[in-house]
């Protein structure tokens, strides 16, 4: 398996311009969820979905974020118009559904954005 | 709310020290918890973790152990070396389908 796919892995834009983060999911896993980490907050959740369909989005900072499951298998998160302020580390995670309870998650490498 | 609080850093050991991170939670019901571990330029990676109270989590030489009592969940190892530099994560999940809560991180430093 080839773990979680994060594209791009290093973004810089300018301010203004519209980003799109792209994530594959492990196969088979029920559970994606979208983190941004920061030196000052740290790592946040922005939003997760289970099955395609989006549970929890009151981590997205403003209606400058957007996030979209169209199937199983895809993800992403734009923003626009991008800020200074929005650079981060963004991670996608994907989670397996689990009877016994709360299943490890898995993260992608992450995509660097640089917002000028 | 629930949360995690974990012990600020950064750490610096050097190596064959050892290590003790301390982590503390709050939440509500029987939470399962969690460490992860993210190297420079990749994400987290889950590192031990335990569901229930008393639960030793276990890998690459570091153990946590699920105290109720004390709503902790300290990550220790006896003798760390210099590949353990990483920023490690305490996290804890309430209940099955809902996200993690992560604590802010602790950054470990080790020198040869």
């Known amino acids: 398996d080839a773990g979680v796919i994060q594209s791009p892995r290093h973004e810089v834009t300018e301010m203004g311009q519209e980003v799109t983060l792209r994530c594959k999911p492990i196969?088979?896993?029920?559970?994606l969820f979208w983190y941004r980490q920061t030196m000052m907050r740290g790592l946040e959740l922005l939003i997760y979905?289970?099955?395609?369909?989006?549970?929890?989005d009151s981590g997205m900072p403003e209606d400058r974020f957007s996030a979209k499951m169209p199937n199983a298998s895809f993800s992403t998160l734009k923003i626009q118009p991008s800020e200074p302020r929005d650079s981060a580390v963004y991670f996608c995670a994907s989670s397996p559904i689990s009877l016994a309870g709360v299943d490890e998650q898995f993260f992608g490498p992450g995509t660097r954005l640089t917002v000028l | 709310g629930d949360s995690v609080t974990q012990m600020e850093g950064p750490v610096t050991l050097s190596e064959e020290a050892f290590l003790t991170i301390n982590c503390t939670y709050t939440a509500t019901g029987y939470p399962s918890l969690f460490w992860y571990v993210q190297y420079p330029g990749e994400g987290l990676q889950l590192l031990l973790k335990?569901?229930?109270?008393?639960d030793k989590g276990s890998n690459k030489g570091f153990e946590a152990t699920y105290r109720k009592e004390t709503t902790s969940f300290h990550l220790e190892k006896g003798s760390v070396q210099v590949s353990d530099s990483a920023v490690y994560f305490c996290?804890?999940?309430?209940?099955?389908?809902?996200?993690?809560?992560f604590g802010k991180g602790t950054t470990l430093s080790v020198s040869s």
């Open positions: 335990a569901t229930k109270a008393d």
């Open positions: 196969s088979g896993h029920d559970y």
């Open positions: 996290a804890l999940s309430v209940q099955a389908g809902t996200a993690l809560i």
């Open positions: 979905f289970n099955n395609n369909v989006p549970i929890d």
